[in-house]
């Protein structure tokens, strides 16, 4: 129940610092987000890139075991 409370607060208080009556930091959120879109973007494709190889190499191991099976 605090962690609930707790995390209530904190997106209140990020919720007032962005809008214009509050701190009014929208401007540097927006710039925030745009130089960390790209670096985003980045670990995402390189994550994806890892995990079709991985599913390739699998796809071949499972292939591998298939084929003993057969021949006999």
């Known amino acids: 129940m605090k962690a609930l409370l707790l995390g209530l607060v904190f997106l209140l208080a990020a919720v007032l610092a962005i ?5 009014g930091w929208w401007a540097d ?4 987000l745009r130089g960390a879109a790209p670096v985003i973007a980045v670990f995402i494709g390189l994550i994806a890139v890892f995990i079709g190889i991985a599913d390739i190499k ?3 191991e499972a292939k591998k075991e298939e084929t003993p ?4």
């Open 19 to 23: 809008i214009p009556a509050g701190l």
């Open 29 to 32: 959120v927006l710039a925030f």
């Open 69 to 72: 099976e057969e021949k006999t």
């Open 58 to 60: 699998d796809r071949a």
